[in-house]
């Protein structure tokens, strides 16, 4: 988010997308050791991998649009509460009823367009600093839906809890939903032009328009993905929690939390470098830890002051490096 | 960097008067809140109502002026609201209800609030880990530290004379009435703050950094220094702040929950520029004065407290909209 960028060339390029995935790779085998000789239960079981995978999902998926946002040089802190107005009116319109479905997707997916839309009209076309203008769409969320609702609404069908419970053939829903939406952020950003232009326009917003690139059209594009993809994350806490209740998304922090797993990942804050694979990486750490301080024993207050400090840590481990000017 | 015609020689008060006249928006906003409040409760603008409303205030306009600090440099506190929780839990842990213990307490909070800030800066200074997620991570740091040193329910209890600068009087007083210790603070920690920010070099200082850091730093300011002690100045505000709210609200977990965001929301809308470069210090005092007259009169028209934060969004909203609306205009008028 900061205005100054020193281009870092391609020597930083080189070593920039391996080292999250050391990181990851460290993080792995630390928590290994110290399972193995003090936690209890084996880490590298099947089960607890896919504990990883599962606690990874809808911080992840969320993770993946806020990486859009943040590519272009803005963020989004209105998810958690998009998160919930997802799961809450997802759960309300279907009623348990699995005919009702269909119809619960369709509104919940305007919703999102809607927020999306909104978010980045307000950031481009009004020239709001994305902090306010997220953080504002966040209170609005908020309070249309705890004058609403105080507590679960409705419940969602059997056939909904395929999403989060089900599995095809030894492969757990979960599992694919979250490989689907990182592989569709990976190719858009990599192979289409819009995800060339979202590079562009987070690399330098002026140069990109004069380049011809309508850059408020990406800013508010890249909006509208990050309000999708909290979609998808509401929608799956939905299926997993059998309905929807209107603290799942800020209990969960995803707003800050999933700002911190795209950073952590190596996507820069002032937009522009990273991609949705170090944000995958980024959100894989958190789920490893969290596993790890599970098994160890750990408390959750103090998983709490250990993870905020290796959010600092992980960041500082390659902002050191490079010759930035940071805000 | 638009102040830079207030040279270090001009009193602050001058200074004051000037900068009020530039950026009236805010100050007229809060005229109107309050003419609407007293229209709906006429007693409001009475003595005694009106200096409990700037006790209520207090603690908010407190964070924002630290807030300030950091948000003209080019940064972000996002730890404050956490620090306020951690002072008003580990306060009265350490305290335990006993009068005796009140003084060094509050010095050991200054302390930690100290710490907190040097290592804010610090971080974001040497290590070059951007504000926003320096403070981040401090945020859920210190909330986890308040909840582990408590075991997750506040323990022990705020002695009275600790809880006197949030909830105590002077009773009696000419003119005004009962006089609260908070308001006193207030008052005298406003004019330190005018003071710093308009006449000291480091005000001036941190505005340069956040207009543009590489000239400030070419231009001999150490940069790392004025950076820390903005941080600092934040802390040490958080740590105020909470002090005043262990006062008048008691020992709770969330009492310092995204007070960081309404800092954030009035420092801006005292018309200061996220990412840095310019704001004043009267405004954001005013913006944190008009965000509590919002709430205030949001109560008064009786809405229901959760419509009440969608109106809060709103105006957030609204206001900076209005502010980007005033600069662009101002930008094509000078033919920029």
């Not at chain 2, 710093?196 to 340069?208: C, D, M, N, P, S």
């Not at chain 2, 702040?241 to 995204?258: E, H, K, P, T, Y």
């Not at chain 2, 909203?317 to 600069?327: K, L, M, P």
Request: aromatic residues 8%.
């Amino acid at each position: 988010m900061s205005a100054i960028t020193a281009p870092t060339g391609r020597r930083a390029r080189r070593w920039r997308v391996p080292i999250i995935w050391w990181l990851l790779l460290a993080t792995f085998l630390i928590a290994w050791l110290l399972v193995s000789l003090y936690g209890r239960g084996n880490f590298v079981a099947a089960s607890t991998l896919l504990n990883i995978v599962e606690r990874a999902t809808a911080l992840g998926i969320v993770a993946v649009g806020q990486t859009f946002a943040i590519l272009v040089g803005s963020l989004d802190l209105s998810v958690a509460y998009l998160i919930s107005v997802t799961a809450v009116m997802a759960s309300f319109i279907m009623q348990g009823d699995p005919s009702r479905v269909p119809l619960a997707l369709v509104v919940v997916t305007a919703i999102g367009l809607t927020v999306g839309l909104i978010n980045g009209l307000l950031v481009t076309k009004a020239r709001i600093n994305p902090l306010i203008a997220t953080l504002g769409m966040g209170l609005i969320l908020r309070g249309l839906l705890n004058a609403s609702f105080q507590n679960f609404a409705g419940s969602v069908p059997e056939s909904f809890q395929v999403l989060a419970y089900g599995s095809i053939g030894p492969i757990p829903v979960p599992l694919l939903l979250f490989a689907a939406v990182v592989a569709v952020g990976a190719l858009v950003l990599a192979r289409t032009r819009f995800g060339a232009h979202v590079y562009a326009v987070g690399g330098d917003r002026a140069t990109a328009r004069l380049s011809g690139i309508r850059s408020d059209r990406i800013v508010i594009g890249a909006h509208v993905v990050a309000s999708l993809a909290a979609v998808i994350t509401g929608l799956y806490l939905a299926s997993r929690l059998r309905s929807g209740a209107p603290w799942i998304g800020p209990d969960g922090v995803y707003d800050l939390e999933s700002i911190a797993a795209v950073v952590v990942g190596g996507t820069v804050l002032a937009g522009g470098r990273g991609g949705v694979l170090g944000t995958i990486a980024g959100v894989l750490i958190f789920a490893i830890l969290d596993v790890m301080f599970n098994q160890l024993g750990i408390g959750s207050y103090t998983k709490q002051v250990l993870r905020g400090l290796i959010i600092i840590a992980a960041v500082a481990v390659y902002a050191y490096r490079s010759r930035e000017v940071v805000g | 960097m638009s102040d830079a015609r207030a040279a270090p020689r001009v009193p602050a008060w001058r200074v004051a008067l000037a900068v009020v006249g530039k950026t009236a928006p805010v100050f007229l906003v809060l005229l109107i809140l309050i003419a609407w409040i007293t229209y709906l409760n006429p007693r409001f603008i009475e003595p005694t109502f009106f200096l409990n409303f700037l006790r209520r205030s207090a603690p908010l306009m407190i964070l924002a002026a630290g807030q300030l600090f950091v948000v003209v440099s080019g940064g972000f506190d996002l730890s404050q609201g956490s620090l306020v929780t951690l002072t008003v839990l580990a306060g009265a842990l350490l305290a335990f209800g006993d009068p005796a213990n009140t003084w060094w307490v509050i010095l050991v909070l200054y302390g930690i609030g100290l710490l907190v800030g040097v290592f804010n800066g610090a971080v974001t200074s040497y290590l070059r880990v951007p504000s926003f997620i320096t403070t981040l991570g401090m945020l859920l740091t210190l909330k986890g530290l308040a909840l582990l040193i408590t075991g997750g329910a506040p323990r022990g209890a705020l002695p009275p004379n600790f809880r006197a600068f949030g909830r105590a009087f002077i009773e009696d007083v000419p003119l005004l009435g009962r006089l609260p210790w908070a308001v006193i603070v207030l008052v005298v920690l406003s004019a330190l703050f005018i003071y710093l920010f308009h006449t000291t070099v480091l005000g001036k200082q941190a505005l340069a950094i956040g207009d543009n850091q590489r000239a400030a730093a070419l231009a001999g300011i150490h940069v790392a220094r004025v950076r820390i002690t903005a941080f600092v100045m934040s802390s040490l505000s958080a740590v105020t702040a909470g002090i005043m709210l262990g006062g008048f609200s008691g020992v709770s977990i969330n009492v310092g929950d995204g007070l960081e965001l309404e800092a954030i929301s009035a420092v801006v809308l005292g018309g200061a520029a996220l990412l840095g470069g310019r704001g004043n210090m009267p405004a954001a005092l005013a913006g944190a004065l008009t965000l509590q007259a919002l709430f205030t009169l949001l109560n008064f028209l009786g809405l229901p407290s959760p419509i009440r934060v969608t109106v809060q969004g709103a105006i957030i909203i609204g206001a900076v909209g209005y502010a980007a609306w005033r600069a662009v205009r101002a930008g094509q008028e000078r033919g920029a």
